[in-house]
């Protein structure tokens, strides 16, 4: 996962989602990247565990190109 993610953000303005199938996946995986990846602030985690106005202020940083990387449960799927 680590250097398919480092691939993946290795160009310009490239963005990379990673939908997990559960919440508990998804924090595990943005600690994993977290503590692996040299530029850890552009990563972001997504779930239902976060509060609306998280949410909303997560996608806005990963729309608008702030975060890189994006974890995320099924939660996203409902509000794209």
């Known amino acids: 996962l680590y250097s ?3 691939q993946m953000i290795s160009g310009i303005d490239k963005k990379v989602l990673v939908f997990c199938n ?3 996946t998804v924090h595990r995986v943005f600690v994993f990247l977290q503590l692996m990846l040299e530029d850890a602030s552009s990563l972001a985690e997504y ?3 976060l509060t609306s106005k ?3 202020e997560t996608m806005k940083a990963f729309q ?3 975060k890189r990387i994006l974890i995320s ?3 996203i799927a ?3």
């Open 54 to 56: 998280q949410r909303s």
């Open 22 to 24: 559960g919440i508990d």
């Open 78 to 80: 409902r509000g794209i």
């Open 47 to 49: 779930s239902s565990q």
């Open 4 to 6: 398919v993610i480092n």
């Open 73 to 75: 449960s099924d939660t």
């Open 64 to 66: 608008t190109g702030s």
